[in-house]
């Protein structure tokens, strides 16, 4: 079926249980000193101001079903590093998963169908403060904080996206409730930036995912976003106090059973939508997709696996003009040995610019131990 938990015992029987509440504090202080030549290498070294620093974390559980975060210029020094990903040569931005224990509360409540809520792009946290919990069926996160700036900015466009540097603090709002239907649920956000001397976004709307039966998940999304850039044409040139607006929507059908699979989804961004707060590298486009596979499974011989399968999307600008076209057909099948065949033939075209690229790609992976 198209549910992993669905699939899961329930537990009974368990009552009277203990209250989950603690409460933890975690405060911290470094300081350091440097010394340096007074004028150049052999001469006497000349020590520098101590720097010192501090902080401090609170995490709060009032029940088994609550949490409740502040924190005052968090350390983040033994924060696992980001995986290696190549930057050369991308047209949009690369994705960096969130690893910073204040941000991971619920972290799942800032999923949606469209990533408009990451909480990297809150580069350098001066105080922030959280709620996270449930109250029966439905589900909430609350979050504030003080973004001192530093890093980059993601300005989405069509074909890509570009960067500018977030010299600039501002203070930032993320709220979500979803609202449990059994397998189904209900949800809307809220997110909200405000930047210092001028400039906003906000974006705003419901989001929803229907499992009518095991097989099948319905899910869409609808957003509304209005912006004002800050006044800063020397750091990117749409950053001259203009005001954007404009929608998002997405909607999917993803169906699945023993033999038959297919995912459908279609999805419109406009050109001025905006999400701060978010990791949206690409506007101004609307796409169509479609992933769906046969499997069939051989209950004796040599395969114990065979699904026919199909990869194929559509993007094009919102005024028509196509920018990617790919279509996808092959065959995967699982065997004895711990075999695996894999055959595909792909064709691309991509629009770069004014060109429009196209490709033949055939593909054959046999792998077996």
Request: contains cysteine.
């Amino acid at each position: 079926v198209n549910c992993f938990v669905c699939n899961s015992s329930s537990l009974v029987g368990l009552s009277a249980l203990p209250h989950g509440s603690h409460l933890v504090f975690v405060p911290f202080v470094t300081t350091q000193r440097a010394s340096s030549p007074r004028q150049g290498l052999g001469t006497p070294l000349e020590a520098e101001e101590p720097k010192p620093d501090g902080g401090l974390d609170i995490k709060w559980n009032p029940s088994s079903g609550g949490a409740i975060d502040l924190t005052v210029n968090p350390d983040f020094s033994q924060i696992e590093s980001d995986a290696a990903q190549i930057t050369a040569n991308e047209r949009s931005a690369l994705f960096f998963s969130e690893k910073r224990p204040f941000f991971l509360e619920g972290i799942d409540l800032l999923s949606t169908p469209m990533p408009v809520i990451h909480t990297r792009t809150i580069t350098s946290p001066r105080w922030g403060a959280r709620a996270t919990g449930k109250l029966g069926a439905t589900a909430y996160t609350a979050l504030i904080t003080r973004d001192q700036g530093g890093g980059l900015v993601i300005l989405p466009g069509p074909q890509g996206s570009e960067f500018a540097l977030q010299d600039f603090r501002s203070d930032v709002g993320i709220l979500r409730v979803r609202h449990d239907l059994g397998s189904s649920f209900v949800s809307v956000l809220a997110s909200g930036r405000d930047i210092e001397n001028g400039g906003s976004n906000l974006v705003v709307g419901p989001d929803f995912q229907w499992r009518p039966r095991a097989s099948d998940a319905y899910t869409g999304q609808a957003l509304w976003s209005e912006s004002r850039t800050p006044n800063r044409p020397s750091l990117a040139s749409e950053w001259d106090g203009r005001v954007l607006s404009d929608h998002a929507f997405l909607l999917g059908w993803s169906h699945n059973t023993e033999r038959a699979d297919w995912n459908v989804q279609g999805m419109d961004v406009g050109s001025d939508f905006r999400a701060d707060n978010g990791f949206i590298p690409q506007v101004g486009y609307r796409e169509g997709s479609l992933d769906a596979g046969y499997t069939m499974r051989p209950s004796q011989g040599f395969l114990s696996r065979v699904r026919i399968f199909t990869e194929d999307y559509y993007d094009a600008e919102t005024g028509g003009r196509p920018l990617n076209q790919h279509l996808t057909l092959g065959s995967e099948m699982d065997g004895l040995r711990n075999s695996l065949f894999r055959a595909e033939l792909t064709v691309e075209n991509v629009r770069v610019g004014e060109a429009w690229l196209q490709r033949f790609r055939p593909r054959v992976l046999l792998q077996a131990s």
